[in-house]
């Protein structure tokens, strides 16, 4: 009995199977799949520092709060909410390659339920290209607002830190978002080529 080769990157078929270029999609693939997974580390880390920031600055507002003669220097962090803000936002940006990458992202079952495989593949590729013009479009009206953002030298109210500092890790992570929704097009389409989509709904 002879095993068929995985084709890698996708994760649910082989390397005979039909489709455009599926060894090098599978190999694009595996180097994705790291890149959105370096990604979602980075998003985590980031969202993990504003939760403690967020800790630390209620804890010294409410100490700051007691009037106790050791307290009285303790207090909210200068900016705190600015920062809160940012820190969420870039996260939030970062893990959406790792949620388009894995099949993340919240579906209705039941409207497809009764389609096969191959179906919920081409399906898929109409949906994943429809989101990747949607995120390119969006990408660039952000770049756009970031751009005005830097004309007119606009800070934040607090630290006065430059407005459009918070849109380049949004940038970074929706144009790395786009190329993944790109890649996930192209997995898509050798998929309803081939044997369809994997059950379970993963990479």
């Known amino acids: 009995m002879s095993e068929q080769p995985s084709r890698g990157g996708g994760g649910n078929g082989d390397t005979a199977a039909p489709g455009i270029l599926p060894e090098a ?3 694009i693939g595996r180097w994705i799949g790291l890149y959105t997974n370096l990604l979602a580390i980075i998003g985590g880390l980031v969202l993990t520092a504003v939760m403690l920031l967020a800790v ?3 804890i010294g ?10 307290f009285d220097r303790l207090g909210p962090i200068p900016g ?3 920062l809160v803000a940012m820190g969420t936002g870039l996260s ?19 409207f497809v339920s009764g389609l096969g495989p191959r179906g919920l593949a081409w399906l898929s590729t109409v949906t994943n290209l429809i989101m990747t013009i949607a995120v390119v479009l ?11 953002k830097q004309r007119f030298g606009e800070t934040t109210q607090i630290l006065e830190i430059p407005v459009w500092y ?3 890790g949004g940038m970074f992570g929706l144009w790395s978002f786009a190329v993944v929704c790109g890649y996930t097009v192209w997995r898509s389409l050798n998929e ?12």
């Open 61 to 70: 507002r409410f100490l700051g709060r007691l009037r106790w003669a050791i």
């Open 138 to 148: 969006l990408a660039q009206r952000i770049g756009e607002g970031m751009e005005s």
């Open 80 to 82: 705190d909410f600015e």
């Open 56 to 58: 630390v600055s209620i």
């Open 25 to 27: 999609e599978a190999f």
């Open 192 to 203: 309803a080529l081939g044997a369809g989509e994997p059950a379970g709904g993963g990479a």
């Open 166 to 168: 918070g849109y380049v």
């Open 92 to 110: 939030i940006f970062l893990f959406l390659s790792w949620a388009q990458f894995n099949r993340g992202h919240v579906t209705v079952d039941i």
